[in-house]
């Protein structure tokens, strides 16, 4: 299975300031159809889970734009320009290129 | 809107069995695979189950396999997982997850507890 490592696993920011997620997988995410399965999800405490981006760099419908994703390969940054108390919470990468589909452990944010 | 709503879930001894169904609507549901992945406390997410568009074909993480069946209903919108010799690592909420390689959308989840 593909090995997805998530840094840092816990993040402290102040609010208005801006945040840096890593994502590594063990194996490249370039699939046969050219596309890069690789998504950003967002999960509140006792809420399901959320997805943000998608394919690497686009942002779901109502995301806002302070969210961006970029990356290639097997190196992925989920970045949020100036975080808002909203955007608590854990933050996981997940691949769907390869079988099975693969979550990183989570990224923890939390406001200083 | 589409929308995915699990039921089921509940209390249930270990060796019990139990079986979450998952609703869709707001799309063609026949026309996805779809995905169970499940989060235990605290912990983070484990994709758990796939089936394919017509239930033909169906996939299991190693720890489940030969205890648990998912199915699918295209005539009713259903997706199911049938839980069979449960054991207390099956505790977790199990989340209905649309379109497995994007899963673009989940269900709120049904908590499952296996305990005595």
């Known amino acids: 299975d593909v090995v997805m490592t998530q840094s840092p696993l816990s993040l402290p920011v102040t609010l208005g300031q801006p945040a840096s997620i890593s994502c590594r997988s063990s194996?490249?995410?370039?699939?046969?159809?050219?596309?890069?399965?690789l998504n950003w999800f967002h999960q509140r405490p006792g809420q399901s889970p959320r997805r943000l981006i998608y394919?690497?760099?686009n942002r779901d419908s109502g995301v806002p734009d302070r969210f961006s994703g970029s990356g290639s390969g097997t190196d992925f940054t989920l970045k949020i320009t100036r975080v808002e108390a909203e955007d608590v919470g854990l933050y996981y990468c997940?691949?769907?290129?390869?079988?099975?589909?693969?979550f990183g452990q989570g990224t923890k944010v939390e406001i200083k | 809107e589409v929308q995915l709503v699990e039921s089921g879930g509940g209390l249930v001894q270990p060796g019990g069995s139990l079986r979450l169904s998952c609703a869709a609507s707001g799309f063609t549901f026949s026309s996805f695979h779809m995905n169970w992945v499940r989060q235990a406390p605290g912990r983070g997410l484990e994709w758990v189950a796939n089936i394919n568009l017509d239930g033909t074909d169906t996939y299991y993480v190693d720890s489940v396999k030969g205890r648990f069946t998912i199915s699918r209903d295209n005539t009713k919108n259903s997706l199911y997982l049938q839980m069979n010799s449960l054991r207390a690592e099956d505790t977790a909420v199990y989340y209905c997850?649309?379109?497995?390689?994007?899963?673009?959308?989940w269900g709120q989840g049904a908590l499952v507890t296996v305990s005595s």
């Open positions: 997940m691949q769907g290129s390869h079988w099975p589909p693969t």
């Open positions: 394919k690497v760099s």
């Open positions: 194996q490249s995410l370039v699939f046969s159809d050219g596309y890069t399965y």
């Open positions: 997850v649309k379109n497995p390689r994007d899963s673009d959308y």
